[in-house]
């Protein structure tokens, strides 16, 4: 009798199992599949558990294998050559499916912005994209649903308030200067004048977020970074297995490795922590880990959310890596395009010089008279946007504009092709210039531009990558003059954020001499 139980209770498990895994594999996605093409929206094909990902990768691979033969801005085809080839083939609103996960492509503006302002509750990050992160930057902020994310939000937000921005230009200066003072260094000793700029906007990016949100020192947060490092390229490479059930269970190369580099980054935060919990209470320190720490301290909040140790390290992860991969990302960009556009380096630096008088301690007041290296700024922005915004899928039916939109299906925001578009920006859309931002009105009314997202979800750390992109970009100008170098090879790819392939060399001359 008891064996007929367990044989009962075994087959119930086994069935229910195999109707979720059906239902999300197949019924569910042939049934967003139906309500959309009812609605005249279309796309590829879709192969059974991996969607449309053999397409998109061959692609991709396609157009990044070789350098471009100049530095030519129109970067779409070789980044989202998909999109180009859908959206010519099924119109510019399409769906195509990543693993089991189908999303739809969304050009247009007041439909991006319906979806990003209005039905942000509605919508989150979803399974894949949860999954896919996991191990590599956690359950925090950045990848949190619903009310976790609110609470997260709320514990995280005061640490990039106005007055505490102020206290963190301090620290901007000094790491920047820092990295000046190393830049002249290597200039020096190795005789030569030519540098890889890139991996000084990596260490001067992470050096400042480890002084700001960690009080910590970058020799501390090194091993972090480069654990965080390996372990986003393991994940990805991960990634690839994700869409078969059960496959992170798989004990193959990747799961062993990811799980032994996770406990070792865990490890190493926990010190962190450990170190940092002894100070809590006893100081007036505001940075983002003792305000973490201080919500542990707390008994339950009114809603029942509490904060643990494992949040605090997936926090600090999250912001570990947002934090300054897209900052070092966004400077190194601007470097290459200021060094191959020497005149508007001539009229930034003009101006980098008038405002900030002796030139070495930029104040908060003084950053905003920077006008024409904001429009610089945006204009690098526009053309290699360090970020884009998540694939956002939609928990409920909901109706968005004129459509239906079954629960289940994501939306995909091309961000690079928005800002490349032709028919927002004019035909000279490829081209560096960045006085097409001279009006800051125009983006207030028209045109969409979201280099930090848009909404409820948008960027936390705008204000300080902004302030920190003026103070490395403004101390860089003030003691040196650039030129690309001649060994610098064009060559963006996308992973995870946008980057030059190969770094970008440059010649630097100090002002002085
Ligand atoms: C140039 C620099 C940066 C760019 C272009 C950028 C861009 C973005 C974008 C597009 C999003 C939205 C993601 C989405 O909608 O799924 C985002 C979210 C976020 N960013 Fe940034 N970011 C930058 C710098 C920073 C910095 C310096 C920090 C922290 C110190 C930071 C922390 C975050 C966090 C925590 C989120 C998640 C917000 C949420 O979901 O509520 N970012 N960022």
Known sequence: MLVLVWVW??????????????SFYWLSPRHIRRVMESQGISGPKPRFLIGNMKEMSSLVATTTCKDMTFIDHNIVGRIIPHYVLWSKQYGKRFIFWVGSEPRMCLTDTNLIKEFFIKHSNHSGK?????????????????????????????????????????????YMVQCTNEMLDSLSEALRSSGSTEVEIGQYMVQVTAEII???????SYEKGKQIFETLTQLQHLCSQANQHLYFPGSRFFP???????????????????????????????????????????????????????????MVMDECKTFFFAGHETSSTLLTWTIML???????????????????NDGQTPLPEQLHK??????????????????????????????????????????WVPVLAINHSEDIWGKDANEFKPERFVDTQTFTTGKLFMPFGMGPRTCIGQAFALREAKIVLALLLSRFSFTISENYRH???????LKPKYGVPIHLKPLSS
């Not at 896919?132 to 009310?147: C, D, P, R, S, W």
């Not at 003792?290 to 904060?307: A, H, P, R, V, Y």
């Not at 290296?373 to 998540?390: G, H, T």
């Not at 060559?491 to 954020?497: E, Q, R, S, W, Y």
Request: net charge positive.
């Open 210 to 216: 480890c002084r700001t949100a960690f009080d910590s």
């Open 338 to 356: 200021l060094a191959s556009n020497t005149e508007w380096q001539c009229r930034v630096r003009a101006e980098v010089l008038h405002v900030l």
């Open 126 to 170: 979803s399974w894949l994209q949860q999954e896919g992160t996991k191990h590599f930057i956690g359950k925090g902020v950045l990848m949190a649903n619903g009310m976790e994310w609110y609470h997260q939000r709320q514990i995280v937000s005061p640490a990039f308030m106005a007055d505490k921005l102020k206290n963190y230009a301090e």
């Open 252 to 310: 193959n190369k990747y799961n062993r490795e990811i799980k032994s580099k996770k406990k070792e980054m865990e490890n190493l935060l926990k010190e962190i922590i450990a170190s940092r919990k002894v100070r809590v209470g006893t100081s007036q320190q505001s940075d983002l880990l003792s305000l973490l720490l201080s919500e542990t301290n707390k008994s339950k909040s009114k809603k029942g959310f509490k904060i643990d140790v494992q």
């Open 370 to 411: 920077l006008i024409l290296l904001n429009m610089v700024i945006n204009e690098s922005m526009r053309l290699y946007p360090p970020a884009f915004p998540f694939p956002r899928m939609f928990f409920d039916d909901i109706k968005l504009g004129d459509l239906d939109i079954p629960k289940g299906l994501s939306i």
């Open 491 to 497: 060559a963006p790819v996308n992973v995870l954020t």
């Open 9 to 22: 209770i075994f087959l119930s498990v086994l069935a229910i199992v195999a109707y979720n895994v059906l």
